[in-house]
């Protein structure tokens, strides 16, 4: 069970994490500034295995794969979303963190409540209510289950 | 069935005759650009490979733009790994030259050449008829290890582009209206491309001006046929075309808008999305604290150029800042020559150095609570140009200058 942070349509990369924070040299001193200008307790409150819910459009902006990178490293379980920004998509998967669509899930839960994934049967529970899953096309699928793209490269 | 550019350019980087919107490709990249925004994460990972490795050196391209010269000592430390790396293994390596995309444009980037830029707005490159599309460090990473990576066919919105624009009416108008028409995410995982008799009356500044802006749209890459105009600034530059690709009249396009050029009116972004259009009228007299004239979008000498003129002779308004950042030392050149950073300077101007400046919103100029700035930046995203209750409008050079000139947004016409 993870905990919901739930934010709103058209989140950008920006909002995630700020231009001020990118050019900090590791990803571990970026992490405490992440949502700062939206939930500037998010970073604080947020604990190993939570997650982001949000509705449309989330992560446009820029390619900062630190907007990801943050959240991973805050131990954020998974992103799900109405629909993704297309190079924060591409960049969570890539770093192995799952992002997920869901048309339905935004509209039914709210900032706090208690929800669980299960990756493998694709499946999200809340409460009593259950809510499918978006299948990952074959070849991102692929790179999540190894752990990222990197992993290609030391193969 | 036809084929749409963006199908013809990954067919030939994927080495098949043919490919269609949909289909996964293995491609190889003709040129990889980083800048120092993730250049320092993707050094760390590299150096955390067990074979790291570089495919083709003379494919990279990195480029110092965004934070230069150095805003803190962690930013300088971040430079240093970069231009170290770039030193020791012999990557074509920029500091100081100019935003990453300008300096692209002038120095590298070839009609069909397949480029990744670890930077949004390489969709930029359409303007000479190249894919490009933004990704992060890992992608990037992997292309250069590699020298592949794989691509999601997009499918593509042609607009065609008729007739010409009015005086007082720019690219900028142009692309931000259509991103309002088509919202911030109409193009998402999309290609965009212009075609029409609209296109040759666009010099290469437009022409970059909109391709630019198309990822404010979601876009993954933007393109444009390739023409007389675009031949000529390459020769200008002393480079020869890789491959020209032009759609199929029997492609098929996800949309297809006509586009009367005419009927483009001034326009502003209003605070905090792209796609939040007005005309300019609807925000007279909204009251500005800074002006930015610059960016990837619109530093080129030609918007110098509109600005010169609109301020010549007048004095920036009292208690706003304007900050002039040409985007490139080319174009830093060219101003000097023609007298336009004394026409700047003279109105009470701060003329920067070529670099990223208040639009990635983390050097110089940044914006205090509550206040207001009109840019020809980017984006206008909560807390882009400074602290995070800040206000940040979009809008051509001219209306820009307009603005500064007066204290609010108004429109150069109204001067």
């Known amino acids: ?44 409150q947020v604990k190993p295995g939570d997650f982001v819910v949000a509705d449309e459009n989330f992560g446009c902006g820029s390619s900062r794969e630190q907007a990801p990178s943050v959240l991973k490293a805050l131990g954020v379980k998974a992103v799900i979303a109405k629909s993704f920004a297309r190079i924060f998509y591409r960049n969570s998967i890539n770093i192995g963190m799952p992002v997920i669509v869901s048309k339905e899930l935004y509209d039914a839960v709210k900032d706090g409540d208690e929800m669980e994934l299960d990756l493998q049967a694709g499946i999200i529970t809340v409460g009593d209510k259950q809510f499918p899953c978006t299948k990952l096309p074959a070849k991102m699928q692929e790179i999540l289950d190894q752990g990222g793209l990197i992993a290609s490269l030391d193969n | ?63 110092i733009d965004h934070n230069i010269p150095a805003d803190s000592p962690k930013t300088a430390a971040s430079h240093k790994k970069m231009r170290d790396f770039a030193k020791e293994h012999g990557i074509t390596f920029y500091e100081g030259e100019g935003v990453c995309h300008q300096v692209m444009m002038e120095k590298h980037v070839r009609p069909g050449e397949l480029i990744f830029g670890a930077d949004s707005h390489t969709c930029a490159y359409g303007a000479l008829g190249a894919f490009g599309t933004g990704v992060g460090c890992t992608d990037y990473l992997y292309a250069m290890v590699t020298g592949t990576s794989w691509l999601l066919v997009p499918e593509t919105i042609r607009f065609n582009l008729h007739g010409t624009l009015k005086k007082g ?146 004095h920036v308004a009292d208690k706003v800042r304007f900050l002039v950042v040409p985007a490139s030392r080319e174009v830093y050149k060219q101003a000097l020559k023609e007298g336009l950073l004394d026409i700047f300077m003279n109105a009470g101007a701060m003329v920067m150095n070529p670099n990223c400046s208040v639009c990635w919103g983390a050097c110089q100029g940044v914006i205090g609570e509550g206040e207001t700035l009109i840019s020809t930046g980017t984006r206008n995203f909560k807390g882009r140009a400074g602290h995070k209750d800040s206000f940040v409008y979009l809008a051509s050079a001219a209306t820009v200058t307009a603005s500064a000139i007066k204290g609010y947004i108004t429109s150069a016409e109204v001067q």
């Open chain 2, 1 to 63: 069935m036809g084929m749409t550019m963006a199908e013809k350019i990954i067919a030939a980087a994927a080495g098949k005759e043919s490919c269609k919107a949909g289909d996964i490709e293995t491609v190889t990249l003709d040129r990889l650009m980083s800048n120092d925004g993730t250049t320092h994460l993707t050094i760390d990972m590299y150096n955390n490979l067990k074979k790291p490795r570089i495919a083709d050196v003379d494919k990279l391209v990195w480029i």
């Open chain 2, 169 to 314: 009416v720019y690219a900028r108008d142009l692309i931000l209206t259509i991103i309002g028409r088509i919202s911030a995410n109409g193009a998402n995982y999309k290609a965009m491309e212009f075609a029409g008799d609209g296109l040759k009356g666009l010099s290469i500044a437009d022409r970059i001006s909109i391709c630019n802006l198309c990822v404010e749209a979601g876009a993954k890459t933007a393109l444009m046929e390739v023409d007389d105009v675009a031949l000529d600034y390459l020769k200008a530059h002393g480079r020869e075309p890789k491959a020209i690709f032009k759609s199929d009249d029997d492609a098929v396009f996800s949309e297809v808008f006509d586009i009367d050029l005419s009927e483009i009116e001034p326009i502003v972004a209003k605070p905090h999305f792209v796609d939040n259009i007005v005309p300019v009228s609807e925000c007279e007299g909204t009251k500005i604290d800074e002006a930015f004239l610059g960016s990837c979008n619109n530093g080129r000498i030609e918007d110098l150029r509109v600005g010169a003129e609109v301020i010549k002779g007048k």
């Open chain 1, 1 to 44: 069970m993870g905990k919901v942070f739930r934010f709103n349509k058209d989140v950008d990369t920006d909002q995630i994490i700020a231009s001020q924070y990118l050019l900090f040299p590791t990803i571990d001193e970026m992490k405490v500034h992440t949502f700062e200008s939206l939930n500037s307790d998010f970073a604080s």
